[in-house]
């Protein structure tokens, strides 16, 4: 038994410290966006049913000793792709491909086969421990599974990532695969030998002990239904919640690990006792909870206080989960079919996890399935309690109506205030106008990814080409390139927004623009005047501003900006000490480098000194604050300026404005191969 339950640790924990792994490696590439992470558990949850469906097939149709053959043959042939993941960077993508595809068939090609042969562990380690102890009940090892998978994901961030550069987490993961592969065989081959049902005989030809009993009798199609529908809703509150509170409330790196522990948190107590579930406390404080989220949803009260909306939210999504697999549990069938158990498990989170991170960008213009699935566990809990007292219905039925409107009010108030709103990979953006441009001299024109500004234009025609938001012209970078006394100034910009940067363009100037996401844009240009207003001769690129400055020749830069979000994350890897390289061999000598650090949750400044001391660089910081009487179109900005040359920050402006950026020696060097996150949070 013991030799069982560390098999199905090992292999629980290994399937998901992966999962942080290696996207944690591929997120910059892709706009460092929490679609990457949606992205990725899609493709998790696919491959795990694909393992489930193995483990279901080769259990009901092969007898013991050929699915034994089979499944060591198999881990044999999956230690030849481990090399793979050490290799992930052949897959950085150029910049016109399709984001989800190219995350799929990477993750397809590095990790997966050997991420199908850990998801079948739990459930084929079960059907061996079932044969060999016939007596015994084998759903506890599933609650055991889960608990591994939680003490992987948060030891990530805790005690690996801080510590150990990405290569040698490759190689650490790596070897623990190949214990597995032992483990795993060893505990194939004793389930064999210590079979108590003939081990040459497919399990159809054969009948199991107890096949008589009522308990025996297979799941009714509208049980097959029900363990599908309480699967995905589950699995499609996570993925939903996560886009909402890491896009719409705070974009704090790896919040994402919270909703996904809470999730395997509900499976672990709910399957390793009946008694963790009480169905009428969860129904009752699931009800309340519902109908606070779901207004929460429109109110700003909670959207733009974290302190509420977090805890709101998580809780909110435990106690969901709790229901959805607390009534899981109450269905669950003999051992018998357990893998069929398991497979309907697997399919129903497949297809929640397809709906968020593959289908909704392509159907939806918002993240409208929140409260989809607000709506939709309401009608679950709705339909499982039909037969309850009239007065539970009557309740039932309100809190469903509820939901449904707080829902409809939620996309009603987010199309009605926004002239253009649209969604792909990168997330929602929306552009709205604040105030009439026919009545009022100070109405402008805002972007907005997320609840993070990303430039705004007046609509004034004498003062369109105004810098705003972040770029005034006493912020880090307004006097960076206002004080380049090159005739004419080369300047690269990496992130567009609304292209603001563009009106310090002079005529003979030149401003090479990167961006990621081509609705971006788009909108720069449709719906915004910025770029087209420029005396300057402006150049778009699509595609990672990093790859793109790692293939081009040298460009010569007079000031390269810094400046690309994803809501308000980073793309880390333009943060390392490669990176400042790659950005050196594009300037003059005396170029400045600008790094946008304004924000909410990260203390990036001494990072970005950090690597600028590491290469000999002088680095400043300069902090603007405009005041309303300066001029309310102004944001507060913060902006770390890096030079080879240390004389160019001797210039009056910059001066008088730049201070020294705050040192942290006991902050490690970030890296391509390390950075730390959680070490910066403010």
Same mark, same amino acid.
């Given at each position: 038994?013991?030799?069982?339950?560390?098999?199905?640790?090992?292999?629980?924990?290994?399937?998901?410290?992966?999962?942080?792994?290696?996207?944690?490696?591929?997120?910059?590439?892709?706009?460092?966006?929490? =679609?990457?992470?949606?992205?990725? *558990?899609?493709?998790?949850?696919?491959?795990?049913?694909?393992?489930?469906?193995?483990?279901? !097939?080769?259990?009901?149709?092969?007898?013991?000793?050929?699915?034994?053959?089979?499944?060591?043959?198999?881990?044999?042939?999956?230690?030849?792709?481990?090399?793979?993941?050490?290799?992930i960077d052949a897959w950085k993508p150029a910049g016109d491909e399709d984001p989800v595809l190219r995350i799929l068939g990477l993750l397809l090609v590095t990790i997966g086969l050997p991420y199908l042969l850990l998801s079948t562990t739990g459930p084929l380690v079960q059907a061996w421990f079932a044969r060999t102890?016939?007596?015994?009940?084998?759903?506890?090892?599933?609650?055991?599974?889960?608990?591994?998978?939680?003490?992987? *994901?948060?030891? %990530?961030?805790? =005690?690996?990532?801080?510590?150990?550069? &990405?290569?040698?987490?490759? !190689?650490?993961?790596?070897?623990?695969?190949?214990?597995?592969?032992?483990?795993?065989?060893?505990?194939?081959?004793?389930?064999?030998?210590?079979?108590?049902?003939?081990?040459?005989?497919?399990? &159809?030809?054969?009948?199991?002990?107890?096949?008589?009993?009522?308990?025996?009798?297979?799941?009714?199609?509208?049980?097959?239904?029900?363990?599908?529908?309480?699967?995905?809703?589950?699995?499609?509150?996570?993925?939903?919640?996560?886009?909402?509170?890491?896009?719409?409330?705070?974009?704090?790196?790896?919040?994402?690990?919270?909703?996904?522990?809470?999730?395997?948190?509900?499976?672990?107590?709910?399957?390793?006792?009946?008694?963790?579930?009480?169905?009428?406390?969860?129904?009752?404080?699931?009800?309340?909870?519902?109908?606070?989220?779901?207004?929460?949803?429109?109110?700003?009260?909670? &959207?733009?206080? #974290?302190?509420?909306?977090?805890?709101?939210?998580? &809780?909110?999504?435990?106690?969901?989960?709790?229901?959805?697999?607390?009534?899981?549990?109450?269905?669950?069938?003999?051992?018998?079919?357990?893998?069929?158990?398991?497979?309907?498990?697997?399919?129903?989170?497949?297809?929640?996890?397809?709906?968020?991170?593959?289908?909704?960008?392509?159907?939806?213009?918002?993240?409208?399935?929140?409260?989809?699935?607000?709506?939709?566990?309401?009608?679950?809990?709705?339909?499982?309690?039909?037969?309850?007292?009239?007065?539970?219905?009557? #309740?039932?039925? +309100?809190?469903?109506?509820?939901?449904?409107?707080?829902?409809?009010?939620?996309?009603?108030?987010?199309?009605?205030?926004?002239?253009?709103?649209?969604?792909?990979?990168?997330?929602?953006?929306?552009?709205?106008?604040?105030?009439?441009?026919?009545?009022?001299?100070?109405? @402008?024109?805002?972007?907005?990814?997320?609840? #993070?500004?990303?430039?705004?234009?007046?609509?004034?025609?004498?003062?369109?080409?105004?810098?705003?938001?972040?770029?005034?012209?006493?912020?880090?970078? +307004?006097?960076?390139?206002?004080?380049?006394?090159?005739?004419?100034?080369?300047?690269?910009?990496?992130?567009? +927004?609304?292209?603001?940067?563009?009106? %310090?363009?002079?005529?003979?100037?030149?401003?090479?623009?990167?961006?990621?996401?081509?609705?971006?844009?788009?909108?720069?240009?449709?719906?915004?005047?910025?770029?087209?207003?420029?005396?300057?001769?402006?150049? @778009?690129?699509?595609?990672?501003?990093?790859?793109?400055?790692?293939?081009?020749?040298?460009?010569?830069?007079?000031?390269?900006?810094?400046?690309?979000?994803?809501s308000d994350s980073i793309p880390t890897h333009l943060i390392t000490r490669e990176a400042m390289q790659v950005y050196l061999r594009h300037m003059k000598p005396d170029g400045v480098v600008a790094f946008h650090v304004t924000n909410r949750f990260l203390d990036l400044p001494p990072v970005v000194r950090r690597i600028?001391?590491?290469?000999?660089?002088?680095?400043?910081? @300069?902090?603007?604050?405009?005041?309303?009487?300066?001029?309310?179109?102004?944001?507060?900005?913060?902006?770390v300026l890096v030079s080879r040359s240390a004389r160019i920050f001797e210039r009056p402006a910059l001066k008088e404005a730049a201070q020294p950026v705050e040192a942290r020696p006991q902050w490690r060097l970030w890296t391509d191969d390390f950075n730390n996150l959680f070490q910066i949070l403010k």
């Open positions: 038994m013991r030799l069982y339950a560390v098999t199905i640790f090992v292999s629980a924990f290994l399937l998901f410290l992966v999962q942080p792994l290696i996207a944690k490696q591929i997120l910059p590439w892709f706009g460092g966006s929490s =679609a990457v992470w949606t992205t990725c *558990l899609v493709f998790f949850q696919s491959v795990l049913l694909a393992g489930y469906a193995y483990t279901d !097939w080769t259990t009901r149709r092969l007898a013991p000793r050929r699915q034994v053959y089979l499944h060591i043959g198999l881990l044999v042939a999956s230690l030849a792709v481990l090399t793979q993941l050490i290799g102890f016939t007596n015994a009940v084998p759903y506890r090892l599933f609650a055991l599974s889960n608990l591994a998978s939680m003490l992987a *994901l948060l030891s %990530y961030p805790i =005690a690996i990532e801080p510590w150990v550069n &990405t290569v040698a987490q490759s !190689w650490g993961w790596s070897v623990g695969y190949l214990a597995f592969v032992v483990l795993c065989s060893v505990a194939a081959v004793y389930g064999l030998r210590s079979s108590s049902v003939p081990v040459d005989v497919a399990p &159809t030809r054969y009948a199991p002990a107890g096949s008589d009993a009522p308990a025996d009798a297979p799941p009714t199609w509208s049980t097959l239904l029900m363990w599908l529908s309480l699967a995905a809703t589950g699995s499609l509150l996570l993925l939903a919640l996560t886009n909402h509170i890491t896009q719409n409330i705070a974009s704090v790196p790896f919040l994402w690990i919270v909703p996904l522990s809470l999730y395997l948190l509900t499976f672990i107590l709910c399957f390793d006792s009946q008694g963790w579930y009480r169905r009428t406390t969860l129904l009752l404080l699931g009800a309340a909870l519902l109908c606070a989220m779901a207004w929460g949803l429109h109110s700003n009260e909670v &959207t733009l206080n #974290i302190k509420i909306a977090i805890p709101l939210y998580c &809780t909110g999504l435990f106690v969901l989960c709790m229901f959805c697999h607390g009534e899981l549990t109450l269905l669950k069938p003999s051992p018998r079919y357990l893998t069929t158990f398991y497979l309907m498990i697997s399919l129903g989170g497949a297809l929640g996890g397809l709906l968020v991170g593959v289908l909704a960008p392509y159907l939806f213009n918002g993240y409208w399935e929140l409260g989809i699935g607000f709506t939709l566990v309401a009608l679950l809990a709705l339909v499982r309690l039909r037969r309850a007292p009239i007065y539970v219905l009557v #309740i039932a039925v +309100g809190v469903l109506g509820f939901t449904g409107v707080q829902s409809g009010i939620y996309v009603k108030e987010k199309l009605d205030d926004a002239l253009m709103i649209q969604r792909n990979f990168y997330g929602v953006v929306r552009v709205k106008d604040f105030g009439d441009p026919a009545t009022d001299a100070e109405a @402008v024109r805002s972007l907005v990814h997320g609840v #993070i500004l990303h430039g705004e234009q007046r609509l004034d025609p004498a003062r369109r080409m105004d810098p705003t938001s972040y770029y005034g012209v006493r912020s880090g970078v +307004g006097l960076a390139i206002a004080n380049s006394d090159e005739e004419p100034r080369h300047v690269g910009v990496i992130g567009l +927004g609304t292209g603001t940067l563009a009106t %310090y363009g002079r005529a003979g100037d030149r401003f090479r623009m990167y961006e990621i996401n081509p609705q971006v844009i788009d909108i720069a240009r449709t719906w915004f005047s910025f770029l087209d207003g420029s005396k300057a001769k402006i150049d @778009v690129v699509l595609g990672d501003a990093r790859l793109q400055l790692e293939r081009e020749p040298a460009q010569a830069f007079d000031v390269l900006v810094i400046d690309a979000f994803s600028a001391d590491e290469l000999n660089l002088t680095s400043v910081i @300069v902090s603007d604050e405009p005041t309303e009487r300066q001029d309310r179109f102004l944001s507060s900005s913060d902006w």
